[in-house]
């Protein structure tokens, strides 16, 4: 890796630790103050749509070989949390912002990116503190089951209106393409798919855990 990659990827790093930390600013700061009257999703949206979709970039590297991550894996995990952001703008922003649901879920979120682009940032450095790659290795097998159960609420938020909102974002006959496009369906599919893709990818990061954490341990024995 050359100096001007590294430093664009510590750049890079440093950037989306600043931004989820923002995230989780926005989101304590707003429920911390009980007189606050504003809505948390007009708050929230745009930060949000502009640090989760950057994680594109992440992807973008792997592809290139900038990084040792494997893209596809890369693409799904980003792409699960573009497809929330994405979905949520269906709903009126009252339904969001009131819902106990989106913090859950950016709770989760928040501090699985803050400590992971931590990690990145640090491992560029060349000195990664104990304790961050333990919660880097570690803090998923809490993180991702919460993070995962937000997704799906979200999801399941946005069905229920469908439910009662059938002409949000469908597309039905007769038109002039003879094509048809039901949001609620499609929703109900994507719900499926989480069923074999969860716990796939919580075993590649048990994977990885173990990989990470087997490798400390010979590596004391050898000494």
Same mark, same amino acid.
């Given at each position: 890796m050359t100096s001007l990659q590294k430093l664009y990827l510590c750049t890079y790093n440093a950037i989306e630790v600043f931004g989820w930390s923002w995230l989780l600013y926005i989101l304590? #700061? *707003?429920? &911390?103050d009980s007189s606050s009257t504003s809505n948390f999703w007009d708050k929230i949206w745009l930060p949000l749509f502009i640090f989760q979709f950057s994680a594109y970039f992440e992807t973008i *590297?792997?592809? $290139? &070989? /900038?990084?040792?991550? =494997? %893209?596809? $894996? /890369?693409l799904v995990q980003v792409s699960s949390r573009a497809f929330i952001c994405t979905v949520l703008l269906s709903l009126p922003s009252e339904s969001v912002g009131s819902s106990i649901i989106l913090p859950y879920t950016l709770l989760s979120w928040c501090l699985a990116e803050i400590i992971k682009y931590s990690y990145y940032f640090m491992n560029l450095v060349g000195y990664v503190p104990y304790f961050l790659k333990w919660l880097r290795y570690s803090s998923f097998m $809490?993180?991702?089951?919460?993070g995962i159960s937000g997704e799906l609420l979200c999801i399941y938020k946005v069905i229920v209106y469908s439910? #009662? =909102?059938?002409?949000?974002? #469908?597309?039905? /006959? %007769?038109?002039q393409w003879n094509f048809t496009? #039901?949001?609620l369906y499609f929703l109900l599919m994507i719900v499926v798919a989480y069923i074999p893709g969860s716990p796939i990818m919580y075993k590649h990061m048990l994977l990885q855990r173990q990989k990470v954490f =087997?490798? =400390?341990a010979k590596a004391k024995k050898v000494k």
């Amino acid at each position: 890796m050359t100096s001007l990659q590294k430093l664009y990827l510590c750049t890079y790093n440093a950037i989306e630790v600043f931004g989820w930390s923002w995230l989780l600013y926005i989101l304590v #700061s *707003h429920y &911390g103050d009980s007189s606050s009257t504003s809505n948390f999703w007009d708050k929230i949206w745009l930060p949000l749509f502009i640090f989760q979709f950057s994680a594109y970039f992440e992807t973008i *590297h792997a592809i $290139i &070989g /900038l990084v040792r991550s =494997n %893209p596809v $894996i /890369l693409l799904v995990q980003v792409s699960s949390r573009a497809f929330i952001c994405t979905v949520l703008l269906s709903l009126p922003s009252e339904s969001v912002g009131s819902s106990i649901i989106l913090p859950y879920t950016l709770l989760s979120w928040c501090l699985a990116e803050i400590i992971k682009y931590s990690y990145y940032f640090m491992n560029l450095v060349g000195y990664v503190p104990y304790f961050l790659k333990w919660l880097r290795y570690s803090s998923f097998m $809490i993180l991702y089951p919460t993070g995962i159960s937000g997704e799906l609420l979200c999801i399941y938020k946005v069905i229920v209106y469908s439910k #009662s =909102n059938p002409d949000v974002w #469908s597309y039905t /006959l %007769p038109n002039q393409w003879n094509f048809t496009f #039901s949001y609620l369906y499609f929703l109900l599919m994507i719900v499926v798919a989480y069923i074999p893709g969860s716990p796939i990818m919580y075993k590649h990061m048990l994977l990885q855990r173990q990989k990470v954490f =087997n490798t =400390n341990a010979k590596a004391k024995k050898v000494k």
